[in-house]
């Protein structure tokens, strides 16, 4: 059994992984500060160090440098925020096997582990180089199987898939990535990266979409401090934390077109410049883009610069939606429901057939993401052994006919009523939203509002397949609003 040792000084974080790691068969010892962990490195015996960057008493950095200087080949994996990445990179130069960003991802934080411990095993096994290498790249291949559930099942489909991700992995060519939101694009494009030579360099993505046209150039190429109104340090663009790895670009046909000029210059020398900086700096970086929309067809409206488009694809994937992978949804479901009892410190066990049904034969328009918060929502309300109709979204239930013969007095959210055995889901009720009070009772009309408006919400993403360009566009709404309206309403 492989040992593995947190250091973390929030006391809740050291909980919840070492419940987590001890149901993956790992043996876990805990450290609430960098001094506890030092001592428990002697003690203890690790076969691989998962640290907060940040700590009480001494940094990440500092840490590591004494964790090696002690144990030069043991691989340590440092958790970090999104403002920290830069600093993380720099860590990893000076030892650190990866990295993790907040909020922390079970599955994430077992994958990289997983290929921690597989890369020092091969260094164990084998002192010749270029053996090591490949043997290195081929356990990683058989280590990602414990963590596929949320890209790849059994379904033909998802078969196609991960042979071409196989294919592509092991070469320097530029992918384009298709798939519908919530499929799972930047999953495979993590994938690609995990299977390539570069897989011990960093992986950086960027959601194109979520990012305004003034600060686009900035996190992509960086800037000098005083280049422009706000420039108060000199930052670091992601082209360049990326430097001997993988960039991933997602939705990149939202890119600003003046932007896309920039890129192309980019992906043909392999240069960048920061604004208001008077050199180039070269790297060396794989880019991976993704979009749902095709970019051939949005270079034919104007929207995507032709010449960027035939840069990019070398290769093509295309991710297929959840419903044309039926058998892997259970699959998914229960890798999901793993998750979520670990994070609700719950025992459910697993799905009536009556919700396997219903999984079964939802479209699934938001895809794995859409699957993922179902099964988040209905863990959440779950009271029994097992997840059942009741705990169900109405959508959900709503949108099949089926004949349900479980017995439930009431869902635990109290919108949908099952009385007796039976009940064709024709004829089932949703307890209204929104009713008109009588003239005795005080009613809050802004909270109906509220209501109206995130029903509306959840309608419009529903009608355009969860593309939040489109919703913002038939709300009549930036997507920087619908985004807020999105985190506000906790959709």
């Not at 959210?413 to 024709?426: L, P, V």
């Amino acid at each position: 059994m492989k040992k593995i040792l947190v250091i973390d000084d929030d006391k809740d974080v050291c909980l919840l992984l070492d419940r987590f790691l001890q149901r993956q068969d790992f043996e876990v010892a805990v450290a609430s500060s960098g001094k506890e962990g030092l001592e428990k490195l002697k003690d203890f015996g690790p076969d691989l160090i998962l640290t907060d960057f940040k700590l009480g008493d001494i940094n990440g950095g500092t840490l590591l440098q004494k964790v090696k200087e002690s144990h030069p080949d043991l691989p340590v994996i440092i958790i970090t925020g999104y403002s920290d990445i830069k600093v993380a990179i720099e860590v990893m130069k000076n030892g650190a096997f990866d990295y993790v960003t907040k909020p922390l991802f079970p599955e994430e934080i077992l994958s990289t582990i997983n290929k921690a411990l597989a890369s020092g095993d091969d260094s164990d096994s084998d002192s010749n180089t270029s053996n090591q290498n490949t043997s290195t790249l081929d356990k990683k291949t058989k280590t990602s199987k414990k963590s596929k559930g949320y890209i790849f099942g059994t379904s033909q489909a998802s078969k196609n898939l991960l042979n071409q991700i196989n294919l592509v992995a092991p070469t320097n060519f530029s992918v384009i990535i298709y798939g519908e939101s919530g499929s799972g694009k930047e999953a495979v494009a993590r994938e690609i990266h995990n299977k390539s030579p570069r897989n011990a360099k960093p992986f950086v993505a960027m959601d194109c979409g979520a990012i305004s046209k003034e600060l686009a150039a900035s996190e992509l190429f960086g800037h000098i401090k005083g280049s422009f109104t706000g420039a108060l340090t000199d930052k670091t663009g992601l082209f360049e934390l990326a430097d001997g790895g993988t960039i991933f670009l997602d939705e990149v046909a939202n890119l600003p077109y003046d932007i896309q000029v920039s890129l192309l210059r980019v992906v043909q020398e392999r240069k960048v410049r920061p604004i208001g900086g008077a050199k180039e700096k070269t790297v060396d970086v794989r880019i991976l883009v993704a979009s749902n929309e095709r970019l051939l067809n949005a270079s034919k409206t104007g929207k995507f610069r032709e010449d960027l488009y035939y840069r990019f694809n070398e290769f093509e994937i295309n991710v297929p939606a959840l419903r044309h992978r039926d058998k892997d949804i259970m699959m998914y479901a229960e890798y999901m429901l793993d998750g979520v009892n670990e994070e609700l410190n719950k025992e459910i066990s697993g799905f009536s057939d009556e919700v396997v049904e219903v999984f079964k034969n939802y479209p699934w328009h938001g895809n794995i993401r859409e699957l993922k918060n179902v099964v988040r929502r209905a863990a959440l309300l779950c009271q029994f052994d097992i997840i059942k109709v009741a705990n169900l979204p109405f959508e959900l239930v709503n949108h099949n006919h089926i004949n349900f013969s479980e017995t439930v007095d009431e869902a635990q959210d109290g919108s949908i009523q099952y009385i007796n055995t039976n009940y064709n889901r024709d004829i089932m009720q949703e307890a209204p939203r929104l009713q008109v009070p009588s003239r005795n009772t005080t009613v809050d009309l802004k909270e109906v509002a509220k209501e109206a408006e995130a029903e509306l919400i959840i309608r419009t993403l529903h009608e355009v397949n969860f593309n939040k360009s489109k919703a913002a566009k038939v709300l009549n709404i930036d997507r920087k609003t619908l985004y807020n309206k999105i985190k506000y309403y906790n959709l």
